[in-house]
């Protein structure tokens, strides 16, 4: 009897052990070491998260306090990062450059295993660089902002040189955590299988963002965001969902590989775009959500449609101010939270990862006769 086929896209497989995030797709659940994460995103800033990934517990404020010093301290000492930045092909999207700063970032970073300042320094590059990189392509210059403040906060300022709005900083830091980390997926995947082979982090962390750049995975919400402009009114969501089915595409911020229905991050992500977004702007997504939800129902009624992180988060990101260029990129910002903890468990039970495929091309055979 031939052996069975194994799953494609390692569907079902498990690949290990870890107690950092447990994502229960058929409950509709998601945790960071046991916390519910729709209820931390509002009630934890995104350092917290951090240090909730990589240590196991939450942080005490002196310890959100001195991570928060850490990142800043980490975020000047990049300083203006500008032969980098120039060194990025005008071509490349932000989410390109973001592979090639953090290759670049870790030369000569060698030995295993990672130390924590490779840790630090990864999760400080993201809020620096990319504004550094938006502001030298728009021939502006580049901007510090003042002591004290946190990773959200801080790439909020850094893009515009102004204080952010309190309702729109709050968001986007929920937003943060709510995608700070998401069990093993493809980016994760990737990552920790470069650290295996004891490469360094910076290298763990350039395939990763690789690997979120394809919009299966991260590259979602500015399609999101495009596709909403180019349906403009609610009236026009079902004739445009149609059209986009009939030519056989798919909907950007529908449906999830694990979750059957609802991602719960989704649905935090509507109440926070509720609380940002115009109310025009939400009646033009929810107009677009109900067409695509009876749109999938009625093509694929065995499969429980829902939307996934990305739908809303196109509205969130819009909302707090992010030009929709970087929206994969703060995507990846934020899920360095996530890697870095999924980096530091690798280390600290590291195995090669080198699984086995079963061939199924020709057997043994000789090599033609020259004629
Ligand atoms: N729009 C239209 N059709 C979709 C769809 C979507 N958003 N998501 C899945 N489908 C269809 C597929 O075309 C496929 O149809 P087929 O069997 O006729 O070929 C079927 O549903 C199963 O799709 P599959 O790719 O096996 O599902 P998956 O569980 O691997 O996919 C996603 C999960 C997220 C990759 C998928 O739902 C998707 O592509 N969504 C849109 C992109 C997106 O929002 N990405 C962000 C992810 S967080």
Redesign the pocket.
């Known amino acids: 009897m031939p052996a069975e086929r194994p799953p494609g ?1 390692l569907e079902g497989v498990v690949v290990g052990e870890s107690a950092i995030t447990d994502v229960r797709g058929g409950e509709g659940m998601l945790y960071y070491r046991g916390y519910s994460v729709p209820h931390l995103a509002g009630s934890v800033g995104w350092e917290g998260v951090v240090h909730l990934l990589r240590s196991g517990e939450l942080p005490t404020p002196g310890e959100t306090r001195a991570l928060r010093e850490a990142l800043s301290a980490r975020r000047r000492s990049l300083g203006d990062l500008a032969p980098m930045v120039r060194a990025i092909p005008p071509g490349a999207t932000p989410m390109e450059a973001l592979r090639s700063g953090f290759s670049l970032l870790g030369h000569g970073w060698d030995g295993f295993p990672p130390t924590d300042e490779m840790f630090e320094l990864l999760l400080a590059f993201p809020p620096v660089f990319l504004p550094n990189l938006w502001r030298h392509r728009h021939r502006q210059s580049v901007l510090t902002e003042p002591e004290g403040l946190g990773q959200a906060a801080a790439y909020l300022w850094r893009l515009t040189g102004q204080a952010p709005d309190p309702r729109k900083l709050a968001a986007l830091e929920a937003y943060l955590v709510l995608v700070a980390d998401h069990g093993m997926n493809a980016s994760t995947f990737v990552a920790r299988s470069v650290l295996s082979t004891w490469s360094d982090p910076a290298s763990a962390m350039s395939a990763a963002v690789g690997s979120l750049k394809g ?3 991260g590259g ?1 919400p500015s399609l999101v965001a495009d596709f909403l402009d180019r349906v403009g009114t609610p009236d026009r969501a079902e004739e445009e969902v149609e059209a986009t ?1 009939g030519r056989g595409e ?8 694990v979750y059957r229905g609802e991602d719960p991050r989704a649905r935090r992500l509507r109440e926070l775009a509720r609380t940002v977004a115009s109310s025009e702007r939400m009646e033009l997504a929810e107009a677009v959500e109900r067409a695509g939800l009876r749109a ?1 129902a009625r093509r ?1 009624p065995k ?1 429980p449609w829902g939307l ?3 739908f809303y988060a196109a509205l969130v990101l819009e909302a707090a101010g992010i030009p929709r260029p970087l929206f994969p990129p703060t995507f990846a910002l934020a899920r360095t939270a996530g890697w870095v903890a999924h980096l530091k468990e690798q280390a600290q039970h590291n195995r090669l990862v080198r699984p086995d495929v079963r061939y199924v091309g020709p057997g043994p055979r000789p090599l033609p006769t020259p004629a």
Do not use: C, D, S, Y
């Open positions: 896209g919009p299966l995975h979602a089915l798919r909907l950007m911020g529908f449906g999830h590989r999938l694929n499969r996934n992180v990305e």
